[in-house]
Nanobody, 127 residues
Framework: QLQLVESGGGLVQPGGSLRLSCTASGFTLDYYRIGWFRQAPGKEREGVSCISNNGGSKKFADYVKGRVTISRDNAKSTVYLQMNSLKTEDTAIYYC????????????????????WGQGTLVTVSS
């Protein structure tokens, strides 16, 4: 069974940092591009960042650019999302998704990820 498990969410004060992890089980990440998405209460899901299968292509949404980095360790079947200078508006459930099509590219649109989604991890930014 193909699964993605997100971890690393939690409560953090504004200006703080968190590192989210997305770990695959049941398959190897080497052939998959990964996207990170988030959904705040009452809002649509939106793209945050993505990375191609070999890490050669990365994208960031304008609202996180300069505050977020994405990396991957295929040997550990894990993709990381480092988030710094967190704001209250970053509060959301964060999801990762994997897709093997056009894996040397990456996309910030959730409809480009049809194969595997994780269950999400909650990030709360509050004082």
């Amino acid at each position: 069974q193909l699964q993605l498990v997100e971890s690393g969410g939690g409560l953090v004060q504004p200006g703080g940092s968190l590192r989210l992890s997305c770990t695959a089980s049941g398959f190897t990440l080497d052939y998959y591009r990964i996207g990170w998405f988030r959904q705040a209460p009452g809002k649509e899901r939106e793209g945050v960042s993505c990375i191609s299968n070999n890490g050669g292509s990365k994208k960031f949404a304008d609202y996180v650019k300069g505050r977020v980095t994405i990396s991957r360790d295929n040997a550990k079947s894990t993709v990381y999302l480092q988030m710094n200078s967190l704001k209250t508006e970053d509060t959301a459930i964060y999801y990762c998704a994997a897709d093997s099509r056009f894996s040397r590219l990456c996309f910030l649109s959730s409809d480009r990820y049809l194969e595997v989604w994780g269950q999400g991890t909650l990030v709360t930014v509050s004082s």
